[in-house]
């Protein structure tokens, strides 16, 4: 997998907060939310008034990049998540499950889906305060590590992602800072890139259901205001 997929799973699903937080406030929604379903896409466009060209195609046609589910307890805390990956010629498959000790994420292994092959382990560790998480990963080919700073409500505020060759060749580099609005809705992140340089990514959210949370999000560039990634979030309650 390419180490700029690798990248937006950790920082682009990262809309949600920090793993240290697992309530519902936290992560914006409302309701009593038992699940939330996201399918974000990487081949879709905008026309020229914003509007997604391929909006009627991406419910039925087009194959999710990645798919996420996050599953709450009926006390609003976070139960599991799962993600699966679709990438590359064969659309092959791969699985990541998350491990939620006391509201900590502690460790995610990364899977070949359909051979149950490990191709990837992270481990993350915590601040006494959990202000700050680091994680160190090992893959098949390459070892991955950084940290993301959590702020006072425990949303992701900066973080850094670190991917290298077991040779020691630097692959990626990339550092961030989330910027957020008065209800703590991920509205900016800020982008240095060791190879690209910086560049900022714009959230914009449509699209309410009955109870009130954003089922439709756009990724896009500030300088071109080209679309980076669609996410359609699909919710179910007790």
């Not at 379903?37 to 466009?45: C, G, K, P, R």
């Not at 915590?126 to 070892?143: P, Y």
Request: net charge positive; with cysteine; glycine share 6%.
């Amino acid at each position: 997998m390419k180490a700029r997929s690798l990248f937006y799973i950790y920082i682009l699903v990262s809309i949600l907060p920090g793993y240290g937080q697992t309530e519902h406030a936290s992560y914006g929604f409302k309701g009593r939310v038992k699940s939330v379903i996201y399918y974000i896409y990487q081949d879709v466009n905008l026309d020229k008034n914003g509007n997604l060209i391929d909006a009627k195609i991406i419910d039925a046609k087009v194959q999710p990049f990645i798919e996420r589910a996050m599953y709450f307890d009926k006390k609003g805390n976070i139960d599991s998540t799962i993600e699966v990956l679709s990438e590359g010629r064969f659309y092959e498959k791969y699985i990541t499950y998350h491990s939620h000790i006391s509201n900590k994420l502690r460790s995610t292994i990364k899977y070949r889906y359909y051979l149950n092959e490990v191709i990837d382990e992270t481990k993350y560790t915590w601040t006494e305060s959990n202000t700050k998480c680091s994680f160190k990963g090992k893959g098949i080919t390459s070892f991955t590590r950084g940290y993301r700073i959590l702020s006072y409500n425990h949303r992701e505020s900066r973080g850094e992602y670190i991917q290298e060759t077991k040779k020691g060749e630097l692959l990626l580099k990339e550092s961030y800072k989330n910027e957020f609005d008065g209800n703590w809705n991920l509205v900016k992140t800020n982008y240095t890139n060791s190879e690209k340089g910086d560049y900022t990514i714009l959230y914009e959210y449509d699209e309410l259901d009955e109870i009130g949370n954003y089922t439709q999000v756009k990724l896009i560039y500030e300088d071109t205001k080209k679309l980076q990634r669609f996410i359609r979030k699909a919710f179910t309650y007790y």
